[in-house]
C-alpha cells in the first residue's frame, strides 16, 4: 500500500471533469475526494474535492492510500528484478521463499507469474485474508499462508487475492536483499519523480478519512492493512 499524490502535466483543467466530480459528491453525500485523470502518458487533472475527517480541505498535494492501485507498482518490481536476470518469472515461488508452504501441498507448484496474474490457486474463500489478524512484516505474510488452502489447482483459473502480492513484494526483499519499501524507493518511486509517494510503513502518515455507516461518515483511521 503506498500513499500518493500526482503532478499535472497539462495546466488548464476540463471544467467538465470538476462538475461532474462535485455532481458526484453532491448525489452520494461523500465528505472528499481526490482524482487524478490521465491521458496516454500525461498527467492532464490532479485536483481535491470536499475535506477530510479533520475538516482539512483535499487539495492535489494531499497524501490519501491508493490501495490496491500499488499492486502495478510491486508488479512493475518484479518485473525488474526478472529483466536483471536475478528471478525467474516461471520458477516456483519456493526458489526465491523456502518459507513458501500452504496446507494444500499443490501450493509447492505455484510460480512467481501466478502471483502477478492472480492465478495461483489462492482465494479468499480458501484464505479470508481481511477477516484475519493482519501481519506486521512480509515475512509474516508468507509464514501464515502456512493455514491457507487452494480454490483451484495453481494456473488454473483467476482469484483476486491480497496475499499473491504480498508474497510478490517477499520475493522483492529477499531477492534484492532490502527491504521492500526501500526497494520500491530507489527503484520505482524515485526514478519516476515520484517524491509525494512513499510506502506506507515509511513516514509521514495520510489523511484520516472515514468509515461510512448507516449513511453517517465516521471518522476514521486507515485499516491495518
Request: charged residues 15%; aromatic residues 6%.
Amino acid at each position: 500500500l503506498l500513499l500518493a499524490t500526482a503532478t499535472p502535466a497539462a495546466a488548464t483543467p476540463p471544467q467538465d471533469i470538476d462538475g461532474y466530480v462535485r455532481a458526484y459528491l453532491d448525489h452520494t453525500g461523500l465528505p472528499g475526494a481526490t482524482i487524478a485523470v490521465t491521458h496516454n502518458s500525461d498527467v492532464v487533472r490532479v485536483a481535491g474535492y470536499g475535506h477530510d475527517a479533520a475538516g482539512n480541505p483535499l487539495t492535489a498535494a494531499t497524501r490519501l492510500p491508493i490501495a490496491s492501485l500499488s499492486k502495478s507498482m510491486t508488479a512493475f518490481a518484479v518485473l525488474q528484478l526478472a529483466d536483471a536476470g536475478r528471478l525467474g518469472l516461471d520458477e516456483p515461488v519456493t526458489r526465491y521463499l523456502p518459507d513458501f508452504r500452504l496446507a494444500d501441498p499443490r501450493g509447492a507448484g505455484i510460480t512467481v507469474r501466478m502471483l502477478l496474474d492472480q492465478t495461483s490457486g489462492m482465494a479468499d474463500t480458501t484464505f479470508p485474508d481481511l477477516t484475519l489478524p493482519q501481519p506486521h512484516t512480509l515475512a509474516e505474510a508468507v509464514m501464515r499462508l502456512r493455514d491457507a488452502g487452494l480454490a483451484d489447482e495453481p494456473g488454473a483459473r483467476f482469484h483476486y487475492h491480497n496475499p499473491n502480492y504480498q508474497v510478490a513484494a517477499r520475493i522483492v526483499e529477499v531477492v534484492a536483499g532490502q527491504p521492500f519499501a526501500g526497494y520500491l524507493a530507489g527503484h520505482v518511486l524515485r526514478p519516476l519523480g515520484m517524491t509525494a509517494s512513499s510506502s506506507v510503513d515509511a513516514p509521514p502518515a495520510g489523511t484520516e478519512g472515514y468509515v461510512r455507516a448507516f449513511g453517517i461518515e465516521v471518522p476514521a483511521s486507515e485499516p491495518d492493512w
